[in-house]
């Protein structure tokens, strides 16, 4: 069982960067693929990165790739998020996402655990 939890979410400007952390508690943090997903207001949640067990492979999004970062820290049992070049259609609500197993997988219901989601609003 993990229990997760997003921080760092706030309102920003385009061309800002921003760092998001997912704390995440619980055993054997290490097992898990962790991931983050996005929901904007009106759509359906939409895969953003996702990180293997011992953080060596990433894959991301494509609306997302050379902008944003998935690293983790598995001695801090955390996921982080690294944002730049802010855009206003990267405002959403951002969640963290658990997966027990060795395969990257960007599909929603493949993930185990949720966290409560962290808003990241981009405007001037």
């Known amino acids: 069982q993990v229990q997760l939890v997003e921080s760092g979410g706030r309102l920003v400007q385009p061309g800002d960067s921003l760092r998001l952390s997912c704390a995440a508690s619980?055993?054997?943090?290490?097992?898990?693929?962790m991931a983050w997903f996005r929901q904007a207001p009106g759509k359906e949640r939409e895969f953003v990165a996702c990180i293997n067990r011992d953080g060596e492979r990433t894959y991301y999004g494509d609306s997302v790739k050379g902008r944003f970062t998935i690293s983790r820290d598995n001695a801090k049992n955390t996921v982080y998020l690294q944002m730049n070049s802010l855009k206003p259609e990267d405002t959403a609500v951002y969640y963290c996402a658990a997966r027990f197993g060795s395969v990257l997988t960007t599909t929603l219901s493949e993930y185990d655990y949720w966290g409560q989601g962290t808003q990241v609003t981009v405007s001037s």
């Open positions: 619980g055993r054997s943090f290490s097992n898990y693929i």
